[in-house]
């Protein structure tokens, strides 16, 4: 018999790409997918597989722990995955509170009721970038300390110190992933990759931080989902996993790519304002996950940077769907005051 897993979440950029992932291979496990579809989650992601017999949806906030526990009771869940989160560093900027609440109140909901109803397999999505800024050398291990610079960033780190705390108070059987900066299919436009591809196929700004050369270590998604996935069935109790794809890239450098595939001119290139408190490198040491649980990226940047592109350029619909809204009054406000 298989697992009865909630996937809190489930509609946005990772988590949905981790239900097609597992949707599409027979497992016996069940998936049933919370999500309150807030701007960021979006139910079009999962259209293929929307009526899989073991896949249910269920639109309920994380933050309702009751709602969340009725839930849990329905379906007989004995493991929980929580992508659930609000993830853009801007936006965390901008108003700190709904990060306060959904990362860390809505984590703690999740504990309790997995605490109440001995749900025995709890997995924390969480980021890289709870570690802090790294400077020209090393990459962030497991152990590393951790020192978060954004308040996106510190509410990821809060939710990661909570999910250890039950573990080790209540015996509970806790793992947390960290993991590299993402791209693939689904992902909001507000993000780097995305944004880019869409403003250079309509001739708009690139807006680029400050000098654009801030370093982040690359994953494409489903290999991530893969790790997520490894970790969650296999790793070890109270243990932290980072998942990295050993890509560092300068920002600069993939607006550049991206322009250069689409065959647009680097004119577009519009530096602003760089954010407030912006880490300058982040890098992910993944050798602990790749030697206990033999988990590597199987995709390679070149290869995955131009699936990415490949799919928003056969999916416009999609992306005019969702840049619109919530997506573009933010875009407007941010953007637009920062290039002042």
């Avoid at 999505?125 to 978060?148: H, R």
């Avoid at 991530?224 to 790793?235: M, S, T």
């Avoid at 407030?276 to 993944?286: L, Q, S, T, V, W």
Wanted: proline share 3%; hydrophobic share 35%.
């Amino acid at each position: 018999m298989g697992n009865n897993i909630l996937v809190t979440g489930g509609a946005g950029f990772i988590g949905s790409n981790f239900l097609r992932d597992r949707l599409a291979s027979p497992s016996g496990d069940t998936f049933i997918n919370l999500d309150t579809i807030t701007y960021a989650g979006n139910l079009e992601n999962l259209k293929e597989v929307s009526e899989k017999e073991n896949y249910f949806f269920e639109k309920v906030n994380i933050e309702d722990e009751t709602k969340v526990e009725s839930v849990c009771k329905k379906y007989k869940i004995n493991g929980i995955i929580n992508f659930a989160a609000e993830s853009h560093v801007d936006r965390s900027i901008s108003d700190s509170k709904p990060f306060i609440n959904t990362n860390v109140l809505g984590t703690l909901n999740l504990l309790e009721i997995a605490r109440r109803l001995n749900i025995d397999n709890f997995l924390q999505v969480s980021t890289d970038e709870v570690y802090g800024s790294l400077g020209k050398t090393g990459a962030f291990a497991e152990n590393s300390q951790i020192q978060p610079n954004s308040p996106y960033s510190a509410s990821k780190a809060s939710a990661d110190h909570l999910v250890h705390s039950f573990g080790h108070t209540y015996g509970m059987n806790v793992k947390i992933t960290r993991c590299s900066n993402n791209y693939g299919p689904y992902q909001f436009p507000e993000k780097l990759i995305p944004l880019m591809i869409n403003n250079a196929l309509e001739d708009k700004d690139l807006p680029v931080y400050g000098d654009g050369k801030n370093v982040r270590d690359w994953l494409y998604v489903s290999d991530h989902c893969d790790g997520i996935w490894e970790v969650f069935l296999n790793g070890n109790s109270g243990e932290v996993y980072n998942i990295g794809g050993d890509c560092e890239k300068q920002n600069i450098e993939i607006v550049e790519l991206l322009l250069d595939m689409i065959g647009k001119p680097k004119s577009l290139i519009k530096y602003v304002k760089d954010r407030p408190g912006h880490d300058e490198r982040y890098a992910i040491d993944n050798s602990k996950i790749t030697s206990e649980l033999n988990w590597k990226p199987k995709i390679s940047f070149s290869d995955g940077i131009k699936m990415t592109l490949d799919w928003y350029l056969n999916n416009k619909s999609w992306s005019n769907n969702v840049r619109s809204g919530a997506y573009l009054e933010f875009y407007e406000k941010w953007y637009g005051g920062l290039a002042k």
